[in-house]
């Protein structure tokens, strides 16, 4: 058997690490960070060509981050977060992506990434106990630990709309937008898709094409992100304060530097609800959500406050009102999907080359030849269409990978009826088989909640070597305690009620996905806690 080191940059076919990972974006890079400060040797097998994940395959345009730069990145190096320097409030992708280049070169980590390499199955082999990793073209690696850092939001989800192979236009997806940006100039483009990523490439597509029809479904609440530039002292203010901020981090439900407000809707008459909702729509983006009132997502007054103050907005911006009215979202709660940022979104259906055709009763039937085609028949002629319609959400990179644990068992067929993990990092029957951000786990500001999972696999990788275990499997009883208490949590607010609006936290949107939380929703700061418990003395793992 062939040992590497974790220097070794050229793995071969039945190469042994003690641990492999799969992904190089936020959670690969961080992960492949923490292994090797632990010293063990470990090697990341990537689909794309570069480091990024998500940062390097969703790089349409408006593509940037929706939390601030200042948090949405690692905490794991001082040096790291006085030297980098974020030039926005929210960072488009260039930036992101530069900044995890960035990271995989200070901390020397490319060597340890072998890219191009898509991770086709992975079997445990109980006798050996090893993890045996075939990818797509047929290559084999082993590892005693094996680490998926694939990602929350990296499964592309299109509709099978039929047709789209006898499209005469150009099509294309945003989460896998070509390298060199397409010319949509003088062109006829429909949008597919009004989620976080359809309200960012909007307006963009808008500028840029002869006209724009964007296809709705279900109206979001889009509230606008104010983003601007970051100066030099607001910069150096942040970086003299990173102990405080990560502070706030680890105390927050959604890993976000604020604080409770303290204030309950009900305690405030209309008029200064109001005027509260209207100093966090000048705050903009999360700040809306989290620094008006405590109770927006567990209160269902305080919710419709929220949700007609925004729908009120919309009115206001919007000129024309049977669009206006359009994109009012009604009959589910603000927050109870994912809220996306806006960067112009509303304004941009003022402009006279954009038009918003409404299919939440007339469904796109097929895409015909030279465009769109409606279930009553009506024809929408384009040239390009732009497909945004989202992800399966937290399972289903996993269950892309035929990931088999103890006698054989897939976990597609073992999550069958809903995900089963404790904390999102372990799942019974998989031993040794740790995921980052997997099912269940915490939902909020991403490289936060990745942060605290790396942290947590990297207690769990020390306890077993100072023990001297062979394998971790953490028992199903301690499993489904988790998998109860993901439900208690998500059941305490509004969040299930956004499955009437398909909302991927509960796997509403993919068609034929059983309806049930993907994470875990009892705030970031009470996971963290859990974990650390956990960490203490392992009493859920054999
Ligand atoms: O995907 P989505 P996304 N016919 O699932 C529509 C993160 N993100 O890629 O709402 C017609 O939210 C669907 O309609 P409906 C963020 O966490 C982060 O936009 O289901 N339409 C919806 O409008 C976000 O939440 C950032 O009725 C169909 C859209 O497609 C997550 O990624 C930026 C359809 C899908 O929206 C996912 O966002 C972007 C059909 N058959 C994304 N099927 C940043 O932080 C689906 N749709 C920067």
């Not at 509004?494 to 309806?515: F, H, M, T, Y």
């Amino acid at each position: 058997m062939t040992r590497n080191t974790a220097a070794d940059s050229s793995p071969k076919a039945g190469t042994t690490y003690e641990a492999l990972v799969i992904g190089a974006g936020f959670a690969g890079l961080g992960m492949l960070w923490q292994l090797k400060e632990m010293n063990i040797s470990a090697h990341c097998l990537e689909a794309g060509t570069d480091v990024g994940g998500t940062w390097y395959w969703n790089r349409y345009p408006g593509a940037r981050t929706d939390s601030e730069a200042w948090y949405y990145c690692y905490s794991f190096s001082k040096e790291l977060n006085q030297e980098w320097k974020w030039t926005e409030r929210y960072p488009p992708q260039t930036e992101v992506k530069s900044y995890l280049t960035h990271v995989a070169n200070k901390f020397d980590l490319k060597r340890s990434i072998t890219f191009n390499t898509r991770v086709k199955k992975a079997t445990y082999d109980e006798a050996q106990k090893l993890w045996i990793v075939v990818t797509e073209s047929g290559a084999q690696y082993k590892a005693k630990y094996l680490i998926s850092a694939m990602g929350i939001l990296s499964s592309v989800f299109v509709p099978p709309f039929p047709g789209f192979k006898d499209f005469k236009g150009n099509c294309y997806l945003t989460a896998r937008w070509p390298q060199q940006d397409p010319d949509f100039t003088g062109r006829r483009v429909g949008l597919i898709g009004t989620g976080a990523t359809g309200v960012q490439i909007t307006p963009h597509l808008a500028e840029k094409s002869k006209s724009l029809t964007v296809f709705q479904r279900t109206p979001n609440y889009v509230v606008p992100a104010q983003n601007h530039s970051l100066s030099e002292a607001f910069l150096n203010n942040i970086k003299s304060r990173y102990p405080e901020i990560w502070q706030q981090v680890d105390r927050h439900a959604f890993a976000m530097p604020f604080e409770v407000t303290g204030r309950l809707a009900s305690q405030y008459t209309p008029q200064q609800r109001n005027e509260i909702f209207e100093e966090g729509w000048r705050r903009g983006g999360f700040r809306f959500l989290f620094e008006t009132f405590d109770d927006v997502l567990v209160d269902k007054d305080a919710n419709q406050a929220a949700s007609e103050f925004i729908r009120n907005k919309i009115k206001s911006i919007v000129k024309d009102p049977k669009t206006a009215e359009l994109l009012c979202p009604r009959g589910y709660p603000y927050g109870s999907k994912r809220p996306p940022a806006g960067h112009g979104y509303y304004e941009t259906f003022n402009r006279d080359n954009v038009s918003l055709v409404d299919i939440s009763k007339n469904a796109i039937s097929r895409i015909v030849p030279d465009g769109i085609e409606l279930q009553d028949g009506t024809r929408y002629q384009l040239d390009d269409i732009v497909v945004a319609t989202g992800f399966d959400a937290f399972t289903g990179a996993l269950v892309d990978v035929d990931i088999r644990g103890k006698a054989g068992v897939s976990l597609a067929d073992k999550w069958k009826e809903g995900p089963r993990t404790l904390f999102g990092v372990a799942t019974s029957g998989f031993p040794n088989f740790f995921m980052i951000t997997g099912p269940l786990s915490t939902f909020g500001n991403v490289p936060s909640t990745i942060e605290s999972n790396i942290r947590w696999i990297a207690g769990a990788l020390s306890h077993m070597k100072s023990r001297s275990l062979d394998s971790m499997d953490v028992s199903e009883q301690a499993e489904e305690g988790w998998v109860k208490a993901t439900q208690e949590a998500i059941d305490s607010t509004l969040i299930p009620d956004g499955a009437r609006a398909n909302s991927w936290i509960v796997g509403a949107n993919i068609p034929g996905k059983k309806v049930t939380p993907v994470a875990f929703l009892g705030g970031y700061n009470n996971y963290v806690d859990r974990l650390r418990a956990e960490g203490a003395q392992y009493p859920s793992f054999s």
